[in-house]
């Protein structure tokens, strides 16, 4: 059986243009968090020579004079098309890794037949379905289909196969050690220490050697460059280790009501993907940062423990503020504030808190926890009906004045009613090119797309 990396050119890029037909064949940035680097480009900017991460300030001047169309980061949009895709490949096979985003394994079976007609066709349906453009590789193994892919993303086809290991040496004698799949510029560069500088010499080198650096996952990587498939397919998702929600602000903020203030949506919103993944927190980590281009850069944090696991947000939020005012300098223009949620387990595997149950013995009264988690359950799902903070604590608030800037991000056309794509009808049209057109025939409709 042969595995298959499926993989969304460009992704952010092309999800602007599932939309925006104009912009199809135009040069497009996407930028990061706050509007600050460059996360993604077309092929037309990549020829440019603008490399990824690049700040944006860098580049205005390139920008325009070259008519480059600037997006923030649409998530939302992102998100939902990612899922639409991993839906899509679905119907290919029953064996399928999100592996991310913009990526996913999948195992063909050999009954498919001809492993790159097959793959012409997922790609096309991929396309036909989502409007996403995709390349596929091929391969006996992971690391081999991740060898593939570079390939097929080369190709006019958008599609390329391995049929075997030895196939796979051209394209591996080619290819700098660093980029072999799992190995990471450290190992690489510890690999060039000893002489191997292509992924060819890293498949043939000795297996002591290779396994005395990097023990188990060294000896993966080798068995996979020779064709034996020893990472599986991951269908389901490991539970996280922990959660993190953290963004920079639009602009410096000195004031600790403001912390307070961006800090509680940001420790509402991992309470609710611990809620969703169906997890509690033990452990919680506060931490603060300036900007680190200023003068004097600022960093710090602070790590509480939690009695007992869990994912209530009033709790959370009670030992997040606190932690807060702990770390707080006052005039100190922070960029930047976040949360992480470690010592993550199952709710099912809640372990009680003995001071708990000795306010229970002294007052009579225990804690409510099945009143805390419907009460949490009926905030998730009116935000999940009407959308993002409907209903949320009072020390989010309203007036958000430190929020990230995201001034250039296109409507969340497949997400929010109020910015669905807009269709309009030319109903004179419609009577010119058809005499029996009438009020309950108005067939002659397309979608203004851009």
């Known amino acids: 059986m042969s595995i298959a990396l499926v993989d969304c050119n460009n992704f952010y890029v092309s999800c602007e243009r599932v939309f925006q037909l104009r912009l199809r064949g135009q040069p497009i940035v996407v930028l990061s968090n706050n509007d600050g680097c460059v996360v993604a480009r077309s092929p037309e900017v990549k020829a440019l020579g603008v ?23 649409n998530y939302a949009l992102y998100g939902d098309l990612s899922n639409r895709v991993m839906l899509t490949l679905g119907y290919f096979s029953s064996e399928i890794e999100v592996y991310s985003i913009d990526e996913a394994f999948m195992r063909l079976s050999p009954h498919f037949g001809d492993s790159i007609e097959y793959g012409s066709q997922i790609r096309s349906t991929v396309q036909q379905w989502t409007g996403v453009p995709v390349s596929i590789g091929i391969a006996p193994t992971k690391v081999l289909a991740k060898v593939a892919i570079e390939v097929a993303k080369k190709s006019s086809r958008g599609v390329f196969a391995l049929a075997s290991a030895e196939q796979a040496d051209e394209y591996l004698a080619k290819m700098p050690v660093r980029d072999i799949w799992g190995l990471g510029s450290r190992l690489g560069h510890w690999s060039a220490t000893q002489g191997i500088s292509t992924a060819l010499e890293f498949k043939q080198a000795r297996p002591k050697l290779i396994v005395k650096k990097m023990g188990v996952m060294g000896r993966r990587l080798l068995l996979e460059l020779h064709g034996f498939s020893c990472l ?27 912390l307070k203030q961006a800090l509680a949506l940001y420790v509402n919103r991992a309470a609710e993907k611990l809620r969703r993944q169906q997890q509690v927190a033990t452990e919680m980590t506060i931490f603060a940062n300036t900007s680190r281009f200023i003068e004097h850069p600022h960093s710090s944090s602070k790590t509480v423990k939690l009695p007992s696991g869990t994912n209530f947000t009033p709790e959370l939020l009670g030992y997040a503020i606190a932690a807060l005012s702990q770390i707080y300098l006052p005039n100190c223009p922070y960029k930047k504030v976040g949360v992480v949620m470690s ?26 926890l099945e009143r805390e988690r419907l009460l949490c359950e009926i905030v998730d799902r009116l935000n999940s009906r009407y959308g993002a903070e409907t209903v949320t604590f009072g020390l989010v608030g ?30 004179n049209f419609a009577e010119q090119s058809n005499p029996e057109y009438n009020s309950r025939s108005k067939v002659n409709c397309w979608a203004n797309r851009s």
């Open 232 to 258: 599986p397919i991951e269908t389901e998702s490991k539970p996280k280790q922990e959660t993190c929600v953290s963004r920079s602000f639009g602009q410096p903020v000195t004031s600790l009501p403001e």
């Open 343 to 368: 010592g993550l387990h199952s709710e099912q595997m809640r372990q009680g808190n003995l001071f708990d149950l000795l306010e229970t013995i002294q007052t009579s009264q225990s804690r409510d």
């Open 398 to 427: 309203k007036s958000q004045g430190w929020r990230l800037r995201c001034d250039r991000r296109s409507p969340r056309f497949t997400t929010c009613w109020s910015e669905l794509p807009v269709v309009k009808a030319d109903y």
């Open 51 to 73: 490399s990824m991460g690049v700040p944006y300030f860098k580049i205005q001047e390139l920008v325009r004079q070259h008519q480059i169309h600037v997006f923030s980061s």
